[in-house]
């Protein structure tokens, strides 16, 4: 069965990715390691001097700005990889729905082709009890009764007028059933492969999303430790460094809304000034005397 998520779990999926989108552009910077962090000891050397700490609180500004990258291309992947398994359970339903139509026109075929093979059967039946299609026997006792042979002259010219069209339609019948049940398997398998690939898709989500999960718990707890750092090499508190980054943080994204606004609105003028090809004007008529 293909794997699903809960609402909750896609909820919080969804607030972590607009907070990360909130708090960073679009293009993510290479992340750093936990072990890049500065250590207490790189804190207490700097504390003492100006310029030390100053580059300190720059690089530790810059740790988080790229964490919270990190934080967006992350939660992006997994938005991406539900998208991609919403989709493929869409076209497993389109499937599964195909196949469930081409089974039954299948077994209407079936049951046109058997009661078609039971008709030619019976008409069968009845020209043999017939004696056959006008036996030379039958020509013999012509002049002895000229009435009886006209009739059943009649009789099997009927038959045989039968005989055709019944033929016909069970071999239309065949062919119908034998081309339905092809299209029905063929229908079933790609439902088999659209149900192994939600598997995958759903799997892979599962993963996307532990995994971003995972990494917002481990940039949470960082942020926590380099916000503490920034309040002691800046002499603050974390409360007020929580409030300064934060600052930074909206105007990265009212920058790139600048930014998006911009190149939206310069593509428009773009295309509003590109020239557009005109049909040339018809030749005005000649209005003229004659003379």
């Known amino acids: 069965m ?5 609402q909750r779990g896609f909820s919080a999926l969804t607030a972590m990715l607009v907070g990360s989108l ?16 500065p250590s207490p000891a790189d804190i207490a ?3 003492d001097n100006t310029a030390a700490a100053a580059e300190l609180v720059t ?6 700005e790229n964490a919270s990258a990190e934080l967006q291309g992350a939660q992006v992947e997994a938005m991406k990889s539900q998208g991609a398994y919403i989709d493929a359970l869409a076209e497993l339903d389109e499937r599964r729905s195909t196949a469930q139509r081409l089974s039954a026109l299948a077994g209407q075929a079936e049951q046109t082709y058997r009661t078609a ?9 009845d020209i043999y009890r017939a004696g056959g299609i006008m036996p030379d026997s039958s020509l013999l006792s012509f002049v002895q009764d000229p009435g009886s042979i006209m009739y059943q002259a009649s009789t099997v010219e009927g038959m045989a007028a039968s005989r055709s069209r019944t033929v016909n339609q069970a071999e239309t019948a065949a062919k119908s059933l034998e081309s339905l049940q092809a299209d029905a398997r063929n229908a079933e398998q790609a439902a088999a492969d659209a149900a192994e690939a939600a598997e995958k898709a759903g799997a892979a989500t599962e993963f996307a999303m532990a995994s971003a999960a995972s990494l917002v718990e481990e940039k949470q707890a960082e ?26 943080e909206q105007e990265r ?21 590109s020239p557009r090809s005109e049909a040339p004007l018809a030749p005005a008529p000649n209005l003229g005397t004659g003379l």
């Open 2 to 6: 293909p794997q699903t998520f809960s």
């Open 22 to 37: 909130l708090t960073v552009g679009l293009t993510p910077s290479p992340a750093f390691a936990a072990s890049d962090l």
């Open 45 to 47: 050397a700097a504390e």
């Open 59 to 64: 690089e530790i500004e810059s740790i988080l």
């Open 117 to 125: 093979s039971t008709e030619l059967g019976q008409l069968a039946a």
């Open 223 to 248: 942020r926590g430790t380099l916000v503490a750092q920034l309040a002691q090499l800046r002499n603050t508190t974390a409360a007020l460094e929580e409030k300064r980054i934060a600052g930074l």
């Open 253 to 273: 994204r009212e920058d790139e809304l600048a930014r998006i606004l911009a190149a939206s609105a310069e593509a428009a003028a773009a295309a509003t000034a």
